[in-house]
């Protein structure tokens, strides 16, 4: 490992640490220059709350689609027969079933693109309640409707609605994935703003395995009760309306966008405690007064900024290669991807279980190592891996070299954030 990489896992170790000490009141056995007065059961409720109705829905519903497979391919097929007279060809029923899973990335997109438009209007249309925690739980109608959409699907006899509840639970969990991480970045100390981003990585993953374990045939898995299985997406949309109105809005949002220093100052007392916050109000007036006679940029307008322009670049990079390299495809198609390896048949549903714990160790483990270096080796090993699975394995991920040598070219030439 090289020099700068060690530079850096030791103070993002530190940082996960610290975060510990002050989510449970304890004092780390060396100076991490976090406050000791940090109220860290507001910041862990917050961190919670919109943690399970945020990037905990999107790797929820991303593994819940996999255990109900071949029952709503029989759905399919019998509903086209019951309305046609004439059962579906398998390379229809297949078509089908793809794009049900391919319906929630596509909600995903523009789920993104309306992401930031909401959270100014929601702001620009009421005060009464900040557009942060209102975006997010505004969220939540998705969901509430592609839970209804689910649960009356088999009754209705309808696989349409299928389609449409995967379209909008990804519009719901591209929302959440870009006003999550902004929230909670602007509700946490400077100290420890990095390790509370990296809890969106871990609710992602910890939403993949519950994901899985809620579709073991034990659980919601068997044949007749895929529809609520589909449908319990309700339940950490509702635990979230619940949870989040009760807890403070960002405090850099209310200063800086809403100028209400007052707000700003209650806010910074329930997440910090009663302590000296004169410093931070400082920092954030500074922050405020360079930000006066701002506006948003555009995306295309990001990369013709000198000053932005590599880390958009750095972004971008590092989001293609997660994506690319295939490891969302493979909660989708967990299942069918093991019976070909010649997994046992009772046995796959806890192969796949393996897949989502896996992820979430390396989440946990990730948070004290370099993020490209990471997904570098990640990458490897699994393009390693799907030689050994044979030709109905994951034959694509060994053909793609691409996304880890983007990712080691980037941990190689680029500079680690501070």
Same mark, same amino acid.
């Given at each position: 490992m090289s020099s700068a990489a060690i530079k850096h896992c030791v103070p993002c170790f530190l940082q996960i640490y610290c975060l510990k000490g002050a989510l449970t009141s304890m004092k780390p056995p060396w100076s991490c220059n976090v406050a000791p007065k940090i109220q860290g059961r507001i910041l862990l409720l917050t961190i919670c709350a919109a943690g399970i109705g945020g990037t905990f829905q999107f790797g929820y519903n991303l593994s819940i689609i996999n255990a109900p497979t071949s029952h709503i391919q029989e759905f399919t097929n019998e509903t086209w027969q019951a309305r046609?007279?004439?059962?579906?060809?398998?390379?229809?029923?297949?078509?089908?079933?793809?794009?049900?899973?391919?319906?929630?990335?596509?909600?995903?997109?523009?789920?993104?693109?309306?992401?930031?438009?909401?959270?100014?209007?929601?702001?620009?249309?009421?005060?009464?309640?900040?557009?942060?925690?209102?975006?997010?739980?505004?969220?939540?109608?998705?969901?509430?409707?592609?839970?209804?959409?689910?649960?009356?699907?088999?009754?209705?006899?309808?696989? +349409?609605?299928?389609?449409?509840?995967?379209l909008l639970v990804g519009?719901?969990?591209?929302?959440?994935?870009?006003?999550?991480?902004?929230?909670?970045?602007?509700?946490?100390?400077? +100290?420890?703003?990095?390790?509370?981003?990296?809890?969106?990585?871990?609710?992602?993953?910890?939403?993949?395995?519950?994901?899985?374990?809620?579709?073991?045939? +034990?659980?919601?898995?068997?044949p007749q009760a895929w529809p609520l299985l589909l449908a319990s997406c309700l339940v950490p949309g509702v635990l979230q309306l619940a949870s989040l109105p009760l807890l403070p809005e960002s405090p850099r949002y209310l200063l800086i966008d809403c100028g209400d220093t007052e707000a700003c100052l209650a806010a910074l007392r329930r997440l910090r405690g009663s302590g000296d916050l004169a410093r931070e109000l400082e920092e954030l007036e500074e922050e405020r007064a360079a930000c006066q006679g701002c506006r948003a940029?555009?995306?295309?307008?990001?990369?013709?900024?000198?000053?932005?322009?590599?880390?958009?670049?750095?972004?971008v990079v590092l989001g293609s290669a997660m994506e690319l390299c295939g490891n969302d495809l493979m909660y989708a198609y967990a299942s069918s991807v093991f019976q070909k390896a010649g997994v046992p048949e009772a046995k796959v549903q806890y192969a796949t279980i393996g897949t989502g714990s896996c992820e979430l160790l390396m989440a946990i483990v990730s948070s004290s190592f370099p993020w490209t270096l990471y997904l570098a080796v990640a990458c490897i090993f699994a393009s390693i891996l799907s030689f050994g699975i044979g030709p109905g394995g994951l034959v694509p991920l060994s053909l793609c070299p691409f996304p880890w040598c983007l990712c080691l070219w980037g941990h190689l030439h680029w500079p680690v954030p501070s």
């Open positions: 046609t007279g004439e059962p579906l060809p398998d390379y229809l029923i297949l078509l089908m079933w793809s794009l049900i899973v391919s319906l929630y990335p596509l909600g995903g997109l523009f789920g993104a693109l309306l992401a930031g438009p909401l959270a100014i209007t929601l702001g620009s249309l009421s005060v009464s309640l900040p557009p942060r925690k209102k975006s997010l739980l505004v969220n939540n109608i998705f969901v509430v409707l592609a839970a209804i959409l689910f649960g009356f699907s088999r009754k209705a006899g309808s696989f +349409e609605m299928i389609m449409l509840g995967r519009v719901s969990a591209g929302v959440s994935m870009n006003i999550q991480p902004m929230y909670l970045g602007e509700s946490a100390p400077k +100290e420890l703003r990095g390790a509370v981003a990296m809890s969106s990585a871990i609710f992602t993953a910890l939403g993949i395995v519950m994901g899985q374990v809620v579709g073991l045939r +034990e659980l919601l898995g068997d940029r555009r995306p295309w307008e990001l990369f013709q900024h000198r000053a932005l322009r590599r880390q958009v670049t750095s972004l």
